[in-house]
């Protein structure tokens, strides 16, 4: 899959983790790589932007918090960031379903 | 365990392995358009990450070198990400404008307010220099206000979005720049006027009048040079989020100012009505025949700065705009 394809719709994957749980950067491309069984490769870098945009526009918010024995900045989804991701859920479910039903050949 | 990993990296040549990570990140900082406390926030969460990815891959068996090397490569090139993170910096100082210009406006009037309470009432006329000066102060003002709602409005629209370009970080910065020139030239003229009472008026508070003008120029320089530092980041593009837009009560003063655009001529005349009848009523004369040239000085004054800074304040379509569209 292009990174282009990706990129997209990654704010709102990266939502999509952070509503099981606060995590640090790694930890989101780490869950990102294995829920997609390693078809999203993108570069592990453009999380960060992405991130800084889902703060930036309030979705998510970071704290400095001690992991591993380090500090680590950890981010959190809020309350405006579930309710977008629940908004990009139901536009990606109609997108879809709409090109499943152009592109999908019944038997 | 990535945690006991990376306490343990520098017996398993960690040397080579910090140099490696911190010559990446010296040129992600190199790369990086903001704030040196903001570059610091962000090379300390890359290097987090540096280090947990090469002590998971120095887990996995990786030897060391091939480690940091991965972990490097799989991080994308300092160019790639400082552009993404350089466009969400830019956003953000984009955001930042029309608050300094705010705060510095509302000083500098508290500043200006302090100096005329602190004066005696003036029962006599106004000469025509104080006359003059207060009204190109009063008029830059309100050219600094204009152009300052121009600018938080662009902002406003943006403050919720994911979504910024280059063009409106561009625009806000420019308008800022302009709202905070005029309040300089107000400040300057206003502190002429300020010094000319102070020479003329016996009962002047000059002390008060010399440290409310000193306090207004530094605000207002400060405010100038704040502005100009400001990284807007505006060749770095993005177009990646594309779902989320602000609320609609955000961008409101957008759509006013696209009303506006269209339809010129209404709201154009409204404000130089209203405008044009509180200068004659403000201008300290005795009959209304005094009064009528300053209400008209300020009617072409508005209707001047419309026709010159509309296309930059996006009030307008430009003369270009206006051929290209026949």
Request: proline share 3%; glycine share 6%; hydrophobic share 45%.
């Amino acid at each position: 899959m292009s990174n282009q394809q990706i990129k997209g719709h990654l704010e709102a994957m990266v939502l999509a983790i952070l509503e099981e749980g606060p995590a640090h950067g790694y930890s989101i491309i780490e869950s990102l790589r294995k829920n997609s069984s390693g078809l999203f490769d993108l570069p592990e870098g453009t999380v960060y932007p992405a991130l800084h945009r889902l703060e930036e526009a309030g979705l998510v918010k970071s704290t400095r918090e001690f992991v591993d024995g380090r500090e680590r900045r950890v981010y959190q989804i809020v309350t405006a960031g579930q309710s977008t991701l629940k908004e990009s859920r139901a536009a990606w479910q109609a997108f879809s379903s709409a090109v499943s039903r152009i592109l999908v050949v019944n038997p | 365990m990535a945690g006991l990993l990376l306490s343990s990296l520098a017996d398993l040549g960690g040397e080579s392995l910090m140099s490696a990570i911190e010559k990446y990140l010296d040129e992600l900082n190199s790369a990086l358009e903001t704030t040196n406390r903001r570059k610091r926030g962000i090379l300390n969460e890359v290097r987090d990450h540096l280090l947990d990815s090469t002590a998971q891959k120095i887990s996995l068996g990786a030897p060391t070198s091939l480690a940091e090397d991965e972990a490097i490569n799989a991080f994308g090139s300092a160019d790639l990400i400082a552009r993404g993170l350089n466009a969400c910096e830019g956003a953000r100082a984009a955001k930042e404008a029309p608050l300094i210009a705010l705060s510095t406006g509302a000083t500098v009037f508290i500043a200006f307010l302090a100096a005329a309470w602190s004066q005696p009432i003036n029962t006599a006329n106004a000469s025509i220099f104080q006359e003059i000066t207060f009204f190109i102060g009063v008029i830059s003002a309100q050219f600094a206000l204009a152009s300052g709602l121009c600018g938080a409005s662009r902002a406003l629209s943006l403050w919720r979005s994911l979504e910024s370009s280059g063009k409106d970080r561009t625009f806000i910065k420019q308008v800022i720049r302009i709202s905070i020139i005029s309040l300089d030239v107000s400040v300057l003229v206003v502190t002429f006027n300020l010094i000319f009472d102070s020479i003329h008026e016996k009962n002047s508070n000059k002390v008060a009048l010399v440290s409310s003008a000193v306090i207004m120029i530094a605000l207002s320089i400060a405010g100038f040079i704040k502005i100009s530092k400001l990284h807007i980041n505006s060749p770095h593009e993005i177009h990646e989020g594309s779902y989320s837009q602000s609320p609609k009560i955000w961008t409101l003063g957008e759509w006013v100012i696209s009303a506006i655009k269209k339809h010129p001529t209404i709201p154009l005349l409204c404000v130089t009505i209203v405008c044009g009848l509180s200068a004659m009523n403000k201008a300290e004369t005795n009959t209304l025949q005094q009064a009528l040239p300053w209400g008209a000085a300020e009617v072409a004054a508005i209707v001047l700065g419309f026709f010159l800074l509309g296309p930059t304040l996006g009030l307008r379509e430009s003369n270009k705009d206006q051929a290209v569209l026949n």
